[in-house]
């Protein structure tokens, strides 16, 4: 009888044994910087910890069912031990006893073959340790809406989300529940990010950065809320501009990251319409930061979450949904075009949603493609009028600029394509 050799127990053993020595590697320069604070374990017994949960889990794989899970536990009373320990003598900080409960967790995922979850884990947990300085400057940082905003939050996507019908109801296309709040959840939830990045980034970025962040939030509420500041008096004209072209500029991106999320058949036709603009837009707004900037205040949207424009948002989209749905029954493909080119001016993001529809068929990407494409190029002209009606000066010529050279490749693109 031949003894097999463990080929495929080692590579588990030994990435689990690596996942505590990149845990206990952080833990012990942790410990050295902080003047040498005495900790449960250092490098070698972190390695030693996911050596042994990974040793754990070949045992109970290996028909020897009681050893594992005992092994494992005697490992984890360990540590439970320890934090006992520490915490009689006044040390409350856990950090490192869970980092090691952590450890163990992993190197069981690791020795039970699931070496990719328990390397991830391993790996999530070195990186959480490492950036303690930023993570706690981050929440002191945070204020009582913005936590207030997050736990809403997290009660409509876990809560509210999972308990809504499907549908669909009504006639075709009809009316999906769950699908629309989750678009509802989708839009606010970049709303909230632009809301932290802008307020987080400080006044001293100046408009340019507030635009390219709000324009997480609406490039269309960029464009006319500086093409107003922009008549005020000492209103500085080219940061103004600069913030509405980052802004209009991260449309096509937005659109062909979106599109392909929900249909990567859209977005592989999408991807050359849009390649054009996305390219002028950056080469716009590298041209205009190479004119001396101008400081300024720049400040983001007043609600974190703004359900209220996500609902009237998702109501949009139902709307441009039966528009779009009823043009294509009674024109076919240039009827569809130009229902997108409206639904364009008043809203991308409803359209993405609406060509996401049409594109489950086996045509439908192609036609789904151009029609976002011609919705891109028809915002991109409202932001241009809105610039040229509402701005004054400098922000106008600069802006309008820009916004001339986006929609000139938008046309590009949909022509060569």
């Known amino acids: 009888m031949t003894a097999s050799l463990p080929f495929e127990e080692l590579p588990r053993l030994l990435v689990a044994a690596l996942g505590g020595l990149a845990v206990g590697v952080e833990r012990e320069w942790s410990a050295r910087a902080a003047g040498g604070i005495k900790r449960f374990a250092g490098v070698r017994t972190f390695l030693l910890l996911g050596l042994v949960s990974g040793i754990a889990a070949e045992l109970a794989a290996s028909g020897v069912a009681a050893a594992g899970p005992l092994l ?57 340790l490492a950036e303690k300085t930023w993570m706690h400057a981050a929440v002191e940082r945070l204020r009582s809406e913005e936590i207030a905003a997050g736990a809403r939050f997290a009660v409509l996507a876990l809560v509210v989300l999972p308990i809504l019908p499907t549908g669909p109801f009504g006639p075709a296309p009809g009316i999906r529940p769950q699908e629309l709040w989750a678009l509802i959840l989708i ?37 006319l809320t500086f093409s107003r500041e922009s008549r005020n008096a000492g209103a500085p004209g080219a940061p103004l501009a600069i913030g509405v072209v980052a802004a209009c500029s991260l449309v096509p991106f937005r659109v062909a990251i979106l599109a392909t999320l929900l249909s990567p058949a859209i977005g592989r036709e999408i991807l050359p319409l849009l390649s054009l603009p996305m390219v002028a837009g950056l080469a716009a707004i590298l041209l205009l930061l190479r004119r001396p900037a101008e400081s300024a205040s720049a400040s983001g949207p007043g609600n974190p979450l703004r359900l209220g424009a996500a609902l009237q948002m998702v109501a949009a989209f139902q709307v ?17 075009l130009v229902s997108s080119a409206l639904a364009g001016l008043l809203d991308v993001d409803a359209l993405i949603y609406s060509m996401y529809k049409l594109g489950q068929g086996t045509t439908g990407p192609f036609l789904a493609a151009r029609a976002l494409a011609v919705g891109v190029l028809a915002n991109t002209l409202l932001k241009f009028a809105l610039a040229v009606a509402f701005g004054t000066g400098t922000f106008r010529r600069l802006a309008g600029a820009g916004l001339v050279a986006l929609s000139l490749a938008s046309l590009a693109g949909l022509v060569l394509y």
Request: glycine residues 16%; neutral net charge; aromatic residues 8%.
């Open 72 to 128: 494992l536990a005697a490992a984890a009373l360990l540590v439970v031990s320890a934090f006992a320990i520490h915490a009689l003598a006044g040390d409350l900080d856990a950090t490192t006893e869970v980092a090691a409960l952590a450890v163990l967790g992993s190197g069981w995922l690791s020795g039970s073959g699931r070496i990719v979850l328990g390397s991830a884990i391993a790996a999530l947990t070195a990186l959480v």
């Open 187 to 223: 839009f606010s939830g970049i709303g909230f990010v632009g809301y932290v990045a802008v307020r987080w980034a400080g006044p001293e970025k100046g408009w340019g950065l507030a635009g390219l962040l709000g324009g997480l939030v609406s490039s269309t509420g960029v464009t």
């Open 320 to 336: 441009v949904l039966y528009a779009v749905n009823a043009a294509r029954s009674a024109f076919g493909s240039q009827g569809l």
